[in-house]
Structure formats: C-alpha cells, structure tokens
C-alpha cells in the first residue's frame, strides 16, 4: 500500500511540477502583441513579479518533489510527503489564479484600436496620479488598465497582496467597463483610490463628516462609512468636473436600486451620490446644467419610493448637501501637508468657463494633436464629457468624437 501511495504521490508532484515550469512563458496567460503593447514602465514591473512568483512556485514543487523521494525510503513520512503535494497544488492554483488576472487583462489589448484606446488610459490613469502625489513627493505608481464586464469600474491598489502567497501587487491595477472606454471619469475615481489610500484622506474626511453632522447622530452612522468611496468621487470631480457627475448618474441610474441602502455597501446610495456631485458643482462653479440633472434626478425618484426607514434620511442628507459638499471639498488631507484636494488639483481647471477657454484657444487641433493628448488629455475627457452632458441634442457626436480620439492611432503620443 505504502508503494502504491508513493508511486501516485510521485506522478501528482510530477505533474503539478510539469504545469509549473509552463508558467514562466508569460506568452502561456496573454499573446506577445499584447506584452509588447504594454508600456516598459508597466509591463517590466509585472513580468519581474509574475517570474518571481513561479520561481517560488517551482521552489515549493521540488520541496515537495523532495518529500516524496524521501517517503520512498522511508514509509514513515509518507503522510508529511502527501501534504507537501497538496501544499503544492494549492499553491499552484493560487499562482494560476494570479497569472490568469494579469494576462487577461494585458489580453484586453486585442485590436489596434483597443490598444492605442488602453494606452491613452494608461497614461491618462497615470497622469491623474501625478497630478496630486507628484506635488507631495509621493511615489506614483505604474498603472495598468484592461476592460471588465458590469456596470462600474474598479482597482486593485499597488502594493496589495495577490492571489499567490508572497506575491505584491506591482502596479495599479484598473478594471475600465465597456460602456466607459471613451468617457473614463470612473478611471479617476480609480485613481482617487489609490490617491487616498496613500495619504490619509479617507480617514480625514470620515473625521470630518463626523464633525459636520455631529448633530445628526443617525446621518453621521450613515456617512462615515461611506468616506472611502467619497473620496474616489471628489477625485473624479477635481479632475474632471462636471463630466463625473453625469457619467455617474448613468451608472446608478436604474430605479429598482438608486434609492436603496444596502447593507454594508460602502457606496453612498445612489440618488445621494449624484446629489453630492451637483452640490460641489454648485460650491466650485455656482449655476449651471447640473441644476437640471438634480431636478431630474429628484423628479424621476421622489423619496415616496424610498423605504420608510431610508427616506427621513434621505431627505435630511438633501437638506445638507451644501454643507457635505463644501466639507468634502475642504478637508484638510494629511498626505497634501494639511492642505484640501482643492488647493492641490484645482477644479476650476475644468469649470465649463475653463474648458471653453481650452476649446477656443486650440481648435481643431485639441482633437488631432499629439502635443494635446500629452499635455490635456485629461481635460480632453473632461470637455467631451460636459458637451455629451450639457447638449442631449448633440449628444451622439460628442460620444463619436471622443470614440475617435481614442481609438485613431495616427494620432497617438
């Protein structure tokens, strides 16, 4: 009995081992075309710790490999030979779990077009970061966009532990969905994850809504818990201004949900999200289209349809929503040397004043330029954003003209 334990060990270990070794060809998890259109800041990063990674996994097999030939000679540690197999086999599946994430989304780069679209993201992504931490001195991070199914976008921050035991995120990893390629707002409140997280912010501003609704015990249990995701939003809209605030209401548009609370969702509810976007449009621009897009909002949802227990809630936040707005905007963050994100990514940069001024100022040539995609790419998807946003008339051509820009690889920098 003990040989045949022995033998079959022996042919497990072999083939976990055999699997293994396949791993270190990244092309076996995503084609070479889409290696190489990864740029060398992101790609390399990723490549070093995913080779890491199956080293560690092929030192695990022969460890393993080890045991068995050991328990050959000696019955006795048959059993300390078979839960290194299976030690093994566990940690194979993480490391597959781990190389399968990255190369499908390197593999997102399927075409020409989606290549030159997830590049202008990479850049646009990591543009966003640098806008804040490069003025602080922090590290800014790789980042690696590929496309997701669902509604919203997502991130798995640098630094975070994979899959794979020992293994450490290398970039910031954001999943951009289909119906948002060409109108990213939701890639800067991925961003704004990434910023928060590395300078206290979302502990400051769950600190400082406390403070601000202080006299409102059940509104304070109901925004501190949201502050993560507040944060991510008040990024976008620093970035991007308007156009955040309306691409994120076609996110959480759906009546069956916009007005629930789930719990433990770390998400404000819906219809409170959108109304805190309008506030701080109204708080940094004053009058304008999101005026509209709040009667709306309010008129397609009145709080009748609330749940009981929600609605009282509900129609105090509204009552507030100034207020929440200028202390979500004002909040010293410890990582911006006590400064607000205000004074470190200025909105008015993409008030609709400032984004005209950009359109008038450079033409035609906004659309066709290289200089321009470097330089303004971000205020580019702030004004395609807007003009869909403000003009339902003309909404189609400014979603066709932001397709455009995206995708024409002549004209990518």
């Known amino acids: 009995m003990s040989l045949a334990l022995a033998d079959d060990l022996e042919r497990q270990v072999q083939h976990w081992l055999g699997s293994a070794r396949g791993c270190l060809d990244a092309e076996s998890f995503a084609s070479k075309a889409a290696w190489q259109s990864v740029e060398q800041a992101v790609g390399l990063p990723v490549r070093t710790q995913l080779a890491r990674t199956v080293d560690d996994l092929i030192r695990v097999g022969r460890a393993a490999e080890a045991a068995v030939r050991a328990a050959r000679t000696d019955p006795t540690l048959l059993p300390v030979a078979q839960a290194a197999v299976e030690r093994f086999r566990r940690r194979y599946l993480q490391v597959e779990t781990t190389l399968d994430f ?65 293994t450490v995120n290398p970039v910031a990893a ?70 955040s605030v309306a691409a994120l209401h076609d996110v959480v548009a759906d009546s069956r949900t916009i007005l629930r609370w789930p719990l433990g969702d770390p998400h404000p509810v819906g219809w409170l999200r959108v109304l805190l976007g309008v506030a701080m449009c109204r708080a940094a621009y004053g009058s304008g289209p999101w005026d509209r897009l709040e009667e709306a909002v309010v008129t397609a949802n009145p709080l009748s349809r609330a749940d009981e227990s929600t609605a009282p809630l ?67 998807v702030a004004l395609a954003g807007l003009r ?12 066709q003209r932001a397709e455009t820009w995206f995708t024409d690889t002549s004209r990518a920098a």
């Open 102 to 166: 990255f190369g499908q989304a390197v593999n997102t780069r399927t075409s020409t077009r989606l290549t030159s679209t997830m590049t202008t993201l990479d850049r646009l992504a990591q543009q966003s970061i640098e806008a804040s931490l490069g003025q602080v001195g922090i590290v800014v991070p790789p980042v690696l966009t590929y496309i997701g199914e669902g509604l919203g976008a997502s991130i798995i921050r640098v630094g975070i532990r994979l899959w794979a035991p020992g």
């Open 174 to 243: 954001i999943k951009i969905v289909r119906h948002n390629l060409f109108r990213p707002t939701s890639l800067f409140h991925e961003t704004g994850h990434q910023v928060a997280h590395l300078t206290g912010w979302n502990d400051a501003l769950r600190g400082a809504l406390g403070r601000a609704l202080a006299d409102d015990p059940a509104l304070r249990a109901m925004w501190e818990p949201w502050s993560s995701e507040i944060t991510a939003d008040v990024y976008a809209f620093t970035l991007t201004g308007y156009a």
């Open 314 to 380: 509900l129609r105090r936040s509204h009552e507030r929503m100034d207020r929440i707005a200028r202390t979500c905007l004002t909040t010293p963050v410890p990582g911006f040397g006590g400064r607000p994100v205000t004074a470190v990514v200025d909105p008015g940069r993409v008030s609709p004043r400032a984004l005209g001024e950009l359109e008038r100022a450079t033409g035609p040539a906004l659309w066709t330029s290289p200089h321009w995609r470097r330089t303004e790419g971000i205020r580019i």
């Open 388 to 399: 869909e946003a403000e003009h339902a008339e003309r909404a189609a051509e400014w979603v």
